[in-house]
């Protein structure tokens, strides 16, 4: 079992840039989400989705998109990037139960120049 | 709203000392869920534990043990005999599942263990 499974892990962008990071999962969840994670501000989500075709907005969405046309696909699209969204991004997927744990990938770590 | 505050921000121990991570949480809602996420220097986030708000049992497993407190809303967690493998940035996150599916996570504490 592959878990969630993110890619690029490592990525450069200059300003204005356009990209999309990946997000796989096997596990049949229907909950997906992404995070960032910046020094001293824990993890912060961006967006999440509660199944195929509905997303919704998080607590930073600013920035970026995200779609989900399939149960096992969640990507983050960012449009023109910006020096602030130098980050760590996770995507993390869980069970339907509330109490279920997230399943994170491995992360990204972007820099835009 | 609710919030998660970690309000220690670095420690350090040495190893085979035994250590407490606070963590306390802030919610209207009755019924959430508690969580407690390691990241080791590698960076992935590792899922340690998680407690119902109706269940106040504490638990133990192996070195690791987790109080859970509503009167104080808190959520602590204690290592014992803490090794150099312990060593990571541990998360505390509260979910409150009525509204929104927004998981809400702490600062994180980096817990350095001095060989």
């Known amino acids: 079992n592959a878990g969630v499974t993110q890619t690029p892990k490592f990525q450069v962008l200059k300003t204005g840039q356009s990209m999309t990071l990946q997000c796989a999962q096997d596990?049949?969840?229907?909950?997906m989400s992404w995070y960032r994670q910046d020094p001293g501000m824990g993890l912060r989500l961006i967006h999440y989705?509660?199944?195929?075709?509905?997303?919704d907005q998080g607590e930073v969405p600013n920035g970026y998109n995200v779609s989900r046309s399939t149960t096992e696909d969640f990507p983050l699209r960012l449009l023109s990037a910006a020096p602030s969204q130098t980050s760590v991004y996770f995507c993390?997927?869980?069970?339907?139960?509330?109490?279920?744990?997230?399943?994170f990938g491995n992360g990204t770590r972007l820099t835009v120049t | 709203a609710q919030k998660v505050t970690q309000a220690q921000t670095e420690i350090s121990v040495v190893e085979k000392e035994d250590v407490t991570l606070d963590c306390v949480y802030e919610?209207?809602?009755?019924?959430?869920?508690l969580f407690w996420y390691k990241q080791p220097p590698s960076g992935e986030l590792v899922f340690l534990i998680r407690?119902?708000?109706?269940?106040?049992q504490n638990e133990i497993s192996g070195r690791y043990s987790w109080n859970f407190q509503k009167s104080t809303s808190s959520f602590n967690f204690t290592i014992t005999a803490s090794q150099v493998v312990d060593s990571a940035v541990y998360f505390c996150?509260?979910?409150?599942?009525?509204?929104?599916?927004?998981?809400?996570f702490g600062t994180g504490t980096r817990l350095t263990i001095i060989p």
């Open positions: 919610t209207r809602d009755t019924t959430y869920y």
């Open positions: 596990m049949n969840h229907e909950y």
């Open positions: 993390a997927s869980r069970g339907g139960q509330p109490n279920s744990p997230l399943h």
């Open positions: 407690r119902n708000s109706f269940d106040e």
């Open positions: 996150a509260l979910h409150s599942p009525f509204g929104n599916e927004k998981l809400t």
């Open positions: 989705s509660v199944g195929a075709g509905i997303t």
